[in-house]
Nanobody, 122 residues
Framework: QVQLVESGGGLVQAGGSLSLSCAASGRSFSRYTWAWFRQAPGKEREFVAA????????DYRDSVKGRFTVSRDNAKNTVYLQMNSLKPEDTAVYYC???????????????WGQGTQVTVSS
């Protein structure tokens, strides 16, 4: 059974940092694109960051560029999201997802984690 388990969420003050992890089990994701999405209360889920299976292609939504960094460890079947200089508007449930084709849209992503809450206080 394939499972993606996020961890590292929590409550942090504005300007602080959090590091999210998403560990996969049940199959290898070394040839998959990894991405992070987020959903704030009352809003649609939105793209945050993506990394290709080789790690040489990265994309970020504009509002997190320069603050968030996505990385992966294929040996550990894990993807990370380092979030610095957090803002209250970053508050959301963060989801990791895996896809064979590279995309910044939800459609191609077949595997999803359960989500982890990130709350940034002002």
């Amino acid at each position: 059974q394939v499972q993606l388990v996020e961890s590292g969420g929590g409550l942090v003050q504005a300007g602080g940092s959090l590091s999210l992890s998403c560990a996969a089990s049940g199959r290898s994701f070394s040839r998959y694109t990894w991405a992070w999405f987020r959903q704030a209360p009352g809003k649609e889920r939105e793209f945050v960051a993506a990394i290709s299976w080789t790690g040489d292609r990265l994309d970020y939504r504009d509002s997190v560029k320069g603050r968030f960094t996505v990385s992966r460890d294929n040996a550990k079947n894990t993807v990370y999201l380092q979030m610095n200089s957090l803002k209250p508007e970053d508050t959301a449930v963060y989801y990791c997802a895996a896809s064979v084709p590279y995309s910044t849209h939800e459609g191609p992503y077949d595997y999803w984690g359960q989500g982890t809450q990130v709350t940034v206080s002002s």
